[in-house]
């Protein structure tokens, strides 16, 4: 069983700060992938992480892949109210979800 | 957006009644899943689907089954509700499986068994 624990669940900051959200495992993924949920609707996918050490940007969100394929993190600069929503992860091959970080940016 | 739809999108049923849920797409992706998602556990995989009539177990299987007679539908039965099922059923559907199984989400089905 691969379990994924996402940090930390609840985060509530202003307009325009950074912030970084982490997903971890004991588990080796061979890809790990990023969604985001608004309230109500069904979860959309980001980016799927696959090689050790990757690094993707997505406008002022940035995915890593720990080297060891183990862990991921997400960070956002300068965050906007727009960006409000339950960050999730997930083991592709594995089907499995982290419980989430629910991000709240405040104007 | 991917064409995915659930229904119904919300339900009230009582204990013991059986409830059906429909998803279905227009993609004609191969793979197409069941989740339930509640406060704490995230997205837990129910039931999927890998091929016409061709379905597997998940995590939180018991309780439930599903059945998929066309590419498009999958249906997810619980045949005999309970309070324990109450919960955000989601949908999603992949055109791989496997570590690039890029899965679009349907909106979700409330369902409240009293």
């Known amino acids: 069983t691969q379990l994924l624990e996402q940090s930390p669940q609840f985060l509530s900051i202003q307009e325009g700060e950074n912030l970084t959200v982490y997903c971890n495992s004991s588990?080796?993924?061979?890809?790990l992938q990023w969604y985001r949920q608004e309230p109500g609707e069904g979860p959309v996918l980001l980016v799927t992480v696959v090689t050790g050490g990757e690094v993707k940007k997505l406008k002022r969100l940035t995915f890593q892949f720990g080297d060891a394929r183990k862990d991921s993190s997400l960070h956002i600069t300068a965050a906007q109210p727009g960006d409000t929503g339950l960050y999730l992860c997930a083991g592709a091959g594995d089907m499995r979800f982290g419980a989430g970080t629910r991000l709240t940016v405040k104007p | 957006d991917a064409g995915i739809t659930q229904s119904p999108r919300h339900k009230v049923t009582e204990t013991g009644t059986p409830v059906t849920l429909r998803c279905h797409q227009t993609?004609?992706?191969?793979?197409m899943y069941w989740y339930r998602q509640d406060p704490g556990h995230g997205l837990r995989l129910i039931h999927y689907s890998y091929g016409v009539k061709d379905t597997d177990k998940g995590e939180v299987s018991d309780g439930y089954s599903v059945s998929r007679s066309k590419t498009e539908d999958f249906l997810l039965t619980l045949e005999s509700a309970t309070s324990s099922q109450t919960s955000v059923y989601f949908c999603a559907i992949s055109e791989r499986g496997g570590a690039y199984n890029e899965q679009f989400f349907g909106p979700g089905t409330r369902l409240t068994v009293l």
């Open positions: 993609e004609n992706h191969r793979y």
């Open positions: 588990s080796v993924f061979s890809s």
